[in-house]
């Protein structure tokens, strides 16, 4: 069977909305779906896309509405979209908010994520609509916003590849940077371990806390590179650098280019 990714909860909340108001048996739904109506309460939490195409499938049966995916539109709300709905409405207009979808529509769901192709004969937008001014830019938030949301996507990535203890390790690591942090005591304080026990149990599964440190400062390092107008001094910054130097050679270390060099590629 075809590996459908996953969805996050936010997505799954618009058609459980749409579900409500049709009067259908949320109820029901969950148990022939096998998911658990709890997962609701999560604001982060995924579902596996089979599970997600289900309910809409059975949704739309129960209806008997196979436009049923048009109409819940009515029922979405910033939040039915992750961190991506508010970043698209800190944007100042409908173009650079379009642009926005693709580097973050998998923290949305990852089942056959989208591309906007600018090349002529594929799509054909008015450059007067992509103008549109959006109601509340805000530059300054949708950067914060960007900075959050490229933390969630590295996070996403070692879901699949990581054993538990790595995975919460990367994890924690990643929260940690947001405010600048990087030491492995404070990382063990977060799991509720010792340091000493911390590296105990990395060693016994073939890794250091400083090489996944490395992992989660590069990957977070190549999506702000790419996904983000950051300047290079604030990403070495919220990686913990001291000096934009350091952040230099270590990410030429890694990739063979400078991070400017890698940006403009």
Known sequence: MQNLGTASVAALRQYVRAA?????DISALFTQTDLNPHILDSDDGRINGEQFQRFIHLLCE???????????GDFVQPGSYSVLGYIT????????????????EKLVGDMGTTGLSMAQ????????????????????????LEAHALTQLASLDTLDTDTDLTSRVKH??????????TRQDMIA???GITSRTLQRKLSLEGVSYQQLLDEVRQ????DYLLNSDLTIPDIALRLGYSETTSFHR????VTGKTPGKFRGR
């Open 20 to 24: 409500e108001s049709a009067g259908i």
């Open 121 to 144: 004969g594929s799509i054909t937008l008015k450059q007067a609509l992509l103008e549109t001014r959006l109601r509340q830019p805000d530059p300054m938030l949708r950067k914060t």
């Open 189 to 191: 304080e977060d799991l």
């Open 62 to 72: 129960l209806t008997h509405n196979p436009v049923l995916g048009l109409e819940t």
């Open 250 to 253: 270590k990410f030429k270390a």
């Open 219 to 222: 990957k977070i390092a190549e």
């Open 89 to 104: 409405m800190s944007c100042a207009t409908l173009g650079e908010a379009v642009a926005r979808i693709a580097p973050f």
């Open 172 to 181: 924690s690591i990643q929260q940690q940077l947001m405010h600048g942090i």
